[in-house]
């Protein structure tokens, strides 16, 4: 295999390893935050607070910031060296600092100044209560978000896939032991499990600092904004938002129009877009995040025939995993949420509504993993203005398709209008990447996606039959290993590869296994 293929799959694996052990551990907080707090209004309220914090780290913290300052940071290493890399990133982290500063003081003046006028009133004070514990927790997000930028850029990838792991921990903590020691109050416990979190955010810091320190790296305020460095990332930075993000905001949406439906609606489009995120946090994500710095240095050696070679083999990985999911979580939507969530608070009820979110949601998945990939690479070329455009398109689509689809089919209907608007800003997209970087096989990728989609469907059926039979805890394994076969069967190529990453060390005996190709 291709040296730059095989470390690509060794780094995602890495990445994919540490993302799977911390969804585990997010599906449990999930499970425990459903025992205690079901499909409430007062988890209506902490979702949508919780959300818009955590959108900030994944649209600036992480995504926007991650794809405008990675390609800069790369190219000043590789020219000028770490340490004015590291001035770099140090006069990035004051000016985005001061205008976190900002944003919390116009926060909590614009909060003060709507109380007193008697504007917060119902279901919505229960929000801003929760906004204000929270928001301090941007603080650690900026300085974590910062130094995984810097060591991605680095190619060390361990220790930044351990923050969401360290939130999951300190969440499941709060809600199985914290809570419910301090307090039989259900308001009084969300606020609990708010001071959790933004003490998880110190500790994720924390951890970031050795390997920093080992590469001779140190954060600290650094006042020179004229440097034409941090000019050009002020510049992407905010296309960025909308580029690589499209999907979070889209979700975000989501949550806010469901808190104008019936209670629960919110929870509902939360625990199902938490399960559906599970195969894309795993997989997508981790390889979306090797992949943006893997196509910077490409890029910056103007070495674009081999762009395109990564780009259509990780196009074939993401649509390899994703679409037997897809298939999957459809078929297997009410049992999965009825084994995961119906207990305590989360009822009969909660289930159907779940389901029927989770499935819209789903239709959209292997779009929503595909973006990661070819988003990286626009930014990877340093192109900000495409995905921009496009992501435009999409949120405007979108907003018009939650007004006319949630009055037919409620929170559903908003989670089918994510999955439509994710389906057309990845088509649009391929389009124009094909235009503008050549072929990158993109017939050979078509037929691909069609035969694993033809075996998807095929285990689909499968597993609704040996769920109705046995249960879905046989389904989902029985499931996998038919696709498996099945992919033999029909020649997929790539199922050796993704059996290398699975495996690693273990692939050589795999080799025997006998294939049909």
């Known amino acids: 295999m291709n040296p730059h293929k095989h470390r690509l799959i060794q780094s995602a694996g890495l990445i994919g390893g540490l993302a799977g052990l911390s969804r585990v551990f997010g599906m449990l907080r999930d499970i425990a935050s459903a025992s205690l707090f079901g499909t409430t209004a007062v988890w209506d309220a902490f979702v949508l607070a919780f959300t818009i914090p955590n959108l900030l780290r994944r649209l600036v913290f992480e995504g926007a910031l991650s794809s405008a300052f990675i390609p800069i940071f790369v190219e000043i290493l590789k020219t000028k060296g770490r340490q004015e890399a590291g001035k770099f990133a140090n006069q990035v982290g004051t000016a985005l600092f001061l205008i976190v500063i900002i944003i919390t003081a116009g926060f909590y003046s614009g909060l003060i100044a709507l109380n ?31 130094s995984m930028g810097i060591l991605n850029s680095e190619k060390h990838f361990f220790t930044p896939a351990l923050s969401p792991l360290i939130l999951n921990l300190a969440w499941i903590s709060a809600v199985m032991l914290i809570c419910p020691a301090l307090s039989r109050d259900r308001v009084t416990q969300v606020k609990i499990l708010c001071f959790v979190i933004v003490i998880s955010g110190a500790i994720q810091l924390l951890i970031q600092w050795f390997p920093l320190a080992a590469r001779k790296y140190q954060l600290k305020l650094m006042w020179n904004f004229s440097s034409p460095h941090v000019s050009r990332f002020m510049k992407l ?29 919110s929870s509902s489009l939360w625990y199902a877009g938490r399960l559906m995120q599970l195969p894309l946090g795993i997989f997508a994500a981790s390889l979306g995040t090797v992949l943006l710095p893997e196509y910077s240095h490409q890029a910056a050696e103007n070495n674009l025939s081999r762009l395109r070679s990564m780009f259509s083999f990780s196009l074939r990985s993401v649509f390899l995993v994703m679409l037997p999911a897809t298939v999957g979580l459809i078929a297997l939507a009410h049992p999965i949420v009825r084994l995961l969530f119906e207990r305590g608070e989360f009822t009969a009820t909660s289930t159907a509504q779940t389901q029927a979110v989770l499935v819209a949601y789903t239709l959209g998945l292997p779009a929503y993993a595909a973006l990661q990939v070819i988003v990286s690479a626009f930014y990877g070329i340093q192109d900000i203005k495409t995905p921009v455009r496009v992501g435009l398109v999409s949120i405007a689509l979108h907003l018009v398709l939650n007004f006319v689809l949630m009055r037919f089919m409620g929170s559903s209907g908003l989670a089918l209008s994510t999955a439509i608007c994710g389906i057309l800003n990845f088509a649009m997209l391929i389009f124009v990447f094909y235009k503008r970087i050549g072929d990158f096989e993109i017939r050979q990728v078509g037929l691909f996606s069609l035969k694993v989609f033809a075996v998807s469907l095929f285990v689909g059926g499968v597993a609704i ?23 033999f069967i029909v020649r997929v190529h790539e199922i050796r590869r993704m059996l290398e990453w699975i495996f690693a060390k273990k692939y050589n005996r795999c080799r025997k296994l006998p294939v049909f190709i």
Not at 123 to 146: C, E, G, N, Q
């Open 237 to 265: 930075i905010l296309p960025s938002i909308v580029g690589f993000s499209v999907f979070n905001l889209n979700m975000l949406v989501d949550l806010i129009f469901g808190y104008f439906l019936t209670s629960g609606s």
């Open 465 to 487: 039959w040996v769920d109705q039979c046995f249960s879905v805890l046989i389904a989902i394994p029985a499931g996998i290993a038919v696709f498996v076969a099945g992919c």
């Open 116 to 146: 007193a006028f008697g504007l917060i009133t119902g279901k919505w004070v229960m929000v801003f209560d929760f906004l204000i514990v929270l928001f301090p927790y941007l603080f650690f997000l900026l300085a974590v978000a910062l």
